[in-house]
């Protein structure tokens, strides 16, 4: 069966720290993945999209890094901020079409001062 | 450009009634998606569009209506509500042209069904 799984469930961090969240997945096939940000009330912004051939990528103070043979991925957040309290979603996708797309629960960060 | 936009922002349905969640983005993009996302769970794929007049089943479709006659909108129809249905609902479009991944999502209609 197609999952995403993600962990830490939650993560409390002090502004400034960095922290790390990972994401695990059996998708088959694997076209590229993506990590999502979703702020509360919100949708989903995308931060990276990564496909078989790349294993890391950037946007800003957001790494991510994806290792294809393990089947795992992690974001690396540097010296957060207040507003990096988010939910931040991992995203696996089957297709190039965007309709096989199996999305993680999410990893719900918390960055308090 | 407004981006994905999405109508009501909240709606209360009783068991039964029916409803439209309305999307329209700006953007001229080709493909458009429906999801529903329920508390700790991921986004589940409802139904998806690759062009007007083209349309196709996702992972959850029971219980749901889509259409597309225009490249702009892409409405969501909900026959019989159920208490089932109740959760955050976001639209999203892909412009496939450009061979981006991309998928742009609206803010969503949080919907009720009691």
């Known amino acids: 069966k197609n999952q995403v799984e993600q962990s830490p469930q939650s993560l409390i961090i002090l502004e400034g720290k960095n922290c790390t969240l990972q994401?695990?997945?059996?998708?088959?096939?694997?076209?590229?993945l993506r990590w999502y940000k979703q702020d509360t009330g919100r949708g989903p912004v995308s931060l990276t999209i990564?496909?078989?051939?790349?294993n890391t990528k950037s946007n800003g103070r957001y790494t991510a890094t994806l290792d294809a043979d393990t089947k795992q991925s992690s974001l690396h957040i540097t010296a957060s901020q207040l507003s990096d309290s988010a939910s931040y979603i991992c995203v696996v996708s089957a297709s190039e079409y965007g309709n096989k797309l199996v999305f993680g629960a999410g990893t719900i960060l918390r960055v308090k001062s | 450009n407004a981006g994905v936009t999405q109508t009501p922002k909240f709606r209360i349905l009783k068991i039964g009634q029916s409803m439209t969640l309305q999307c329209t983005q700006d953007m001229n993009h080709n493909y458009m998606y429906w999801y529903r996302q329920d508390p700790g769970m991921g986004l589940k794929l409802i139904y998806y569009s690759v062009g007007a007049g083209i349309t196709d089943k996702g992972e959850v479709p029971n219980g749901y209506n889509v259409s597309r006659s225009t490249t702009e909108d892409f409405p969501l129809r909900l026959e019989l509500a159920a208490p089932s249905q109740t959760s955050v609902y976001f639209c999203a479009s892909r412009n496939e042209r450009v061979s981006s991944y991309e998928q742009y999502f609206g803010p969503g209609t949080r919907l009720t069904v009691t």
């Open positions: 990564m496909t078989f051939s790349e």
């Open positions: 994401c695990n997945y059996t998708v088959s096939p694997f076209s590229n």
